[in-house]
């Protein structure tokens, strides 16, 4: 599977984690418990189906417009250039 950049980890966590309930209500705001890592690995993995394209779009529509603009094209070359630099 490789790693997640942190930058798509950080957009995952605000348009996800910051709403999730039980990450909220256990006092850790900032981490994934297992109910939403599982929401996240389920996507993930099936990132493909109608509801893992439901959970990571919001992801990469930075502005909320419910489309992918050219502004989407700098934050694209932002993560795979931290992605090549953990590689290398």
């Known amino acids: 599977m490789g790693s997640f950049s942190p930058i798509f980890l950080d957009r995952v966590y605000e348009e996800h984690l910051v709403s999730h309930k039980t990450c909220r209500a256990k006092g850790y ?12 690995m389920l996507a993930w ?21 419910g489309y992918l603009s050219q502004v989407w094209v700098t934050p694209a070359k932002t993560l795979s250039h ?7």
């Not at 705001?29 to 996240?40: R, S, T, V, Y």
């Not at 993995?45 to 417009?65: C, E, M």
């Not at 931290?82 to 290398?88: F, G, H, N």
């Open 45 to 65: 993995d099936n990132r493909s189906s109608l509801a893992g394209i439901q959970y990571l779009f919001p992801v990469l529509d930075l502005k909320g417009r």
């Open 29 to 40: 705001p900032n981490q994934m418990d297992f109910g939403a890592f599982l929401d996240f």
């Open 82 to 88: 931290d992605v090549s630099e953990r590689l290398s």
